[in-house]
């Protein structure tokens, strides 16, 4: 596609509940990020793949998050058993262009989760 | 990990005046460092960035310094205007762990006022 794709767009949920959220990268990026992004706050990294290369997981706050990325395109983070702290924009970004990763992210609209 | 220290959390300056923001990163092996910003409602969208290998950048009224010795970088941005009011967000990668992750910064709230 033209640019990155996030849905929903808007997502509100009771505590306890499962969400999955989802990201269509840009067509060819190798590189795929998620971060979220709490109100006022920055950009907290979660997630990163690349390529065919295990996922940085490193940023995931709790074993309630989890993501994956099938076929080395589409992504999708789910957050499972949701708490009210997990409220947040979340943000998905890619990178890699004709494979290679420049470093230059673009980034979705973001999808808002509330729990309420 | 990589660590980046975003300072000031909010800047308010005149038009026409210079706005200067400045970060620190942690892991001496880091290489690549953007800066990004986010406009009310917006995504994040790059602006500049600079690589290790050179000490400083600049397009038209923004510019970039890198102090890879200190491990900080700082962005300035020249004959301020309203539309330049936004968050602005520092990142660094291709540390230790040698991957494209980026991490960022806390981010700046600037205010130009007319």
């Known amino acids: 596609g033209a640019g990155v794709s996030q849905s929903p767009s808007n997502k509100v949920t009771e505590k306890g509940k499962d969400v999955e959220l989802r990201c269509d990268p840009i067509?060819?990026?190798?590189?795929l990020y998620w971060y979220r992004q709490s109100l006022g706050q920055g950009l907290e990294f979660l997630i990163y793949?690349?390529?065919?290369?295990?996922?940085?997981k490193s940023g995931l706050p709790s074993d309630r998050f989890s993501a994956e990325r099938t076929g080395g395109s589409v992504s999708t983070l789910t957050i499972q058993r949701t708490q009210q702290e997990d409220s947040a924009v979340y943000l998905c970004a890619s990178d890699g262009g004709r494979g290679e990763v420049t470093g230059e992210l673009f980034f979705g609209e973001g999808s808002r989760l509330t729990v309420l | 990990g990589e660590n980046v220290e975003q300072h000031p959390s909010t800047l308010s300056v005149q038009e026409g005046d210079s706005a200067v923001i400045k970060c620190t990163y942690s892991?001496?092996?880091?290489?690549?460092f953007p800066w990004y910003k986010q406009e009310l409602g917006k995504r994040p969208q790059l602006i500049i960035d600079i690589r290790s290998n050179v000490g400083e950048k600049k397009d038209q009224r923004i510019a970039v310094t890198l102090n890879k010795t200190a491990k900080h970088f700082s962005l300035h941005i020249t004959e301020t205007q309203p539309e330049d009011s936004a968050v602005y967000f520092c990142?660094?990668?291709?540390?230790?762990?040698?991957?494209?992750?980026?991490?960022f910064g806390q981010g700046t709230t600037l205010q130009v006022k007319p």
């Open positions: 990142a660094a990668s291709g540390g230790s762990s040698n991957t494209g992750k980026l991490i």
């Open positions: 793949f690349q390529g065919n290369s295990a996922p940085d």
């Open positions: 067509s060819g990026h190798t590189a």
């Open positions: 892991d001496s092996a880091s290489n690549y």
